[in-house]
């Protein structure tokens, strides 16, 4: 790997392997900050619970998982199905605490 390369990000290619984890690191900062934002206003509207909890570790789990499959053997339809299973996790916590902020009003 010519470090030259990241000065400017020009004259050659990037290295796949770091390809592949710069890529996850630009992942890290997309769909988990909108679940940073459910954890805090779950916390604000004090509207915490163990089913919030729990569908929170089931998140991490799920990210921790797509984060191991993407920097190990790379597995695509694997990263998919990880991947999938966290956002639904996540709009499950988005429709949770909607639904909690309507009935506790």
Same mark, same amino acid.
């Given at each position: 790997?010519? $470090? ?10 990037? $290295?796949? *392997?770091?390809?592949?984890?710069? @890529? *996850? ?6 769909? $988990? ?5 459910? /954890? ?10 163990? %089913?919030?909890?729990?569908?929170? %570790?089931?998140? /991490? &789990?799920?990210?921790? &998982? *797509? ?13 998919? @199905? =990880? ?7 996540? /709009?499950?916590? %988005?429709?949770?605490? =909607? ?7």
């Amino acid at each position: 790997m010519d $470090p030259r390369f990241y000065k400017t990000y020009q004259g050659g290619e990037e $290295p796949e *392997h770091m390809r592949v984890v710069t @890529r *996850h690191f630009i992942n890290l900062f997309e769909m $988990p900050v909108v679940f940073y934002v459910t /954890v805090i206003l779950t916390y604000i509207t004090q509207q915490v619970s163990g %089913w919030m909890v729990g569908c929170a %570790w089931v998140y /991490v &789990a799920m990210r921790y &998982a *797509h984060s191991y499959v993407h920097l190990t053997s790379n597995d695509v339809l694997m990263r998919f @199905r =990880l991947y999938v299973l966290s956002g639904l996790v996540l /709009v499950v916590m %988005w429709l949770s605490l =909607l639904v909690r902020l309507l009935t506790t009003g």
